[in-house]
């Protein structure tokens, strides 16, 4: 190894944009369960596959349906 090294021409990284950022959520658990399920079949982690499922959804512009069922 050098004692000192010159990055007087180094690029700055082209992914900086894409690092992900680390949230706590809470999930249901059979939502966390169901994509436990999904990610056993296809070898991709949970987390992954939820975060490719709200990907596809900002791709599509698929909102959420908002219908709340009122308690008598």
Known sequence: ?????DF???VKNPYIKKLKKQVTIRLE???????EGLAEE????YQSL???????CIKSQRKPSLEWVSEV
């Open 1 to 5: 190894m050098k004692d000192e090294y």
């Open 8 to 10: 007087s021409q180094s």
């Open 29 to 35: 658990e059979n939502v966390v369960d169901y994509f």
């Open 42 to 45: 296809t070898g991709i982690s």
């Open 50 to 56: 939820i975060n490719l499922y709200l990907q596809e």
